[in-house]
């Protein structure tokens, strides 16, 4: 586990007016942040290169303690979940939530494996539908196996891009809870950008307010809940 540090992140596409500008952070161990804002204001942007899938054009990145601007993806830890999450079609969902660790190559004894597999079904109560392929599943059970897929690398923090967004506002409160006690549980620094009011207010320790590329206000739900 690590926190995670934003100090003066500035990312510039291209001349024009930067997509994140000057965005100070200071993500404790263990913290959940919420990332809130219109469309446009640079949400994807920062979660992309906190991941290391965008460069960052000026600004330190700490994760952890170790700056790791530099760092490729691979070499930070970190996962991330999308709302487009992609399962393998002709993996079972035990094969789909193993497969991060099938990749890191000899490091996994198959005994590990099968014991992480199951310690992240069991969190994610996906057992019983462990030898069913992701065609026979649910929306929200196929959502659980994408999460199953972030967890089981046991991460130094998940990033969560609108997870939920594709899902109906029946499942939606469902998966909600569930993130909550999962990350409750595990413990993980997590950033989770959303647009829905309720995750927003609901799911964080705090809310980052995003706008125009700059951090407008951070403060717990309640503290934004209770201002005029
Ligand atoms: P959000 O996730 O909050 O909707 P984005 O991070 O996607 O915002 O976008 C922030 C700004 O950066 C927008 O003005 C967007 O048009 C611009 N932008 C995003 N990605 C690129 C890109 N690959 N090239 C150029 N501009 C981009
Ligand atoms: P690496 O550690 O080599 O960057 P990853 O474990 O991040 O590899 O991902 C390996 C492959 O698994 C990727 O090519 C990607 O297609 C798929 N994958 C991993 N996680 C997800 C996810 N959350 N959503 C969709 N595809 C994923």
């Known amino acids: 586990m690590a926190g995670i540090t934003l100090q003066n992140i500035v990312k510039k596409y291209g001349d024009g007016f930067p997509a994140v500008n000057d965005v100070s952070l200071d993500i404790a161990d263990g913290e959940f942040v919420i990332l809130v804002g219109p ?5 994807s942007t920062l979660l992309r290169m906190v991941v290391g899938l965008e460069d960052i054009t000026d600004g330190d990145l700490t994760i952890g303690g170790k700056r790791v601007n530099d760092k490729a993806p691979r070499d930070r830890n970190l996962a991330m ?5 992609a399962l393998y079609p002709h993996l079972s969902v035990f094969e789909n939530i ?8 000899g490091k996994h004894s198959d005994a590990e494996v099968t014991k ?11 057992r019983e539908h462990l030898e069913r392929k992701p065609a026979n599943l649910s929306g929200g059970q196929r959502q659980r196996v994408a999460m199953g897929r972030a967890i089981v690398r046991q991460a130094d923090a998940f990033l969560f891009d609108e997870p939920l967004s594709n899902l109906d506002a029946k499942l939606r409160g469902q998966m909600r809870t569930e993130i909550a006690r999962m990350q409750r549980r595990l413990g993980t620094t997590t950033i989770y950008v959303t647009h829905d009011q309720t995750e927003a207010m609901t799911l964080g320790d705090r809310v980052a307010v995003l706008r125009k590329g700059e951090l407008q206000q951070v403060a717990s739900p309640r503290e934004l809940y209770e201002e005029p």
């Open 116 to 126: 992480r597999v199951n310690e992240a079904a069991d969190l994610l109560e996906l």
């Open 39 to 43: 469309s446009g204001c640079g949400k």
């Open 98 to 105: 193993a497969f991060p660790l099938r990749l890191a190559k």
């Open 81 to 85: 979940v999308f709302q487009n999450y």
